[in-house]
């Protein structure tokens, strides 16, 4: 089945250390995004990507990195310059097409916690 | 900032409709409105779009008021796992991305 993968589901940083969460999609998606939930909030666009070797700041950029050297991964990497990286890091594919509107497909997420 | 506003709770009887409402008065013309939902803990689940007509599928209905300024998400009979934060939200034209609010946190009782 098509879908889109998160792992891991749970990760633990050090004070310091720069952690890379992992999403991957085999559903020929062209766009995909990382966002960011902290408790009772919304969702906060980190970076996204709309093709290969091109990606955009969101809102909330500052102290993470992504990548896009394929069309199924985008990793988000959560850098020591991000003072306050515990949340629950979501990622979401969709196609883009002018003719047609598509939903977001969302993997089950990360919970990242500073120890 | 989202371009929605939604009331932040509602409570429903476990087989009744459940009917939210969302405001989006400064929404453009060419800009569709999208329901997600999400349970506790896991990532939002797509439920339904629509742009000026009303849209039905499996899951709900979309009321989309005339002049556009607001919607009606309808879950025709609620169940206990329709428990969830729902949120309506606007999809930019420009580059489809998606601008989320807080949401309105369901709660079905029995």
């Known amino acids: 089945d098509g879908g889109i993968t998160q792992s891991p589901k749970y990760l633990f940083r050090k004070e310091g250390q720069n952690v890379t969460l992992s999403c991957e999609q085999n559903?020929?998606?062209?766009?995909m995004y990382w966002y960011r939930q902290d408790p009772g909030q919304g969702l906060r666009l980190i970076y996204y990507?709309?093709?290969?070797?091109?990606?955009q700041k969101g809102d909330i950029a500052e102290g993470y990195s992504v990548s896009r050297e394929k069309k199924e991964s985008f990793p988000l990497t959560v850098t020591s310059a991000q003072k306050n990286p515990t949340a629950f890091y979501l990622c979401?594919?969709?196609?883009?097409?002018?003719?047609?509107?598509?939903?977001?497909?969302f993997g089950s997420g990360t919970r990242l916690t500073v120890v | 900032d989202a371009k929605t506003t939604q009331p932040p709770s509602m409570d429903c009887a476990e087989g009744r409709a459940a009917n939210l409402p969302c405001n989006h008065s400064?929404?453009?013309?060419?800009?569709?409105v999208y329901w997600y939902r999400q349970i506790h803990s896991q990532g939002p689940q797509y439920i339904i779009h629509?742009?000026?007509?009303?849209e039905t599928n499996e899951m709900a209905s979309l009321i989309i008021t005339e002049d556009r300024k607001s919607s009606t998400l309808i879950l025709p009979h609620a169940t206990l796992r329709d428990t969830a934060v729902y949120y309506c939200?606007?999809?930019?034209?420009?580059?489809?991305?998606?601008?989320w609010g807080a949401g309105t946190k369901l709660i079905i009782k029995p």
């Open positions: 400064t929404i453009s013309g060419n800009e569709y």
């Open positions: 939200i606007v999809r930019l034209d420009s580059n489809y991305q998606l601008i």
């Open positions: 629509g742009l000026k007509n009303n």
């Open positions: 559903l020929n998606h062209d766009a």
């Open positions: 990507s709309q093709i290969v070797n091109d990606f």
């Open positions: 979401a594919s969709t196609l883009l097409s002018p003719t047609g509107h598509y939903g977001y497909t």
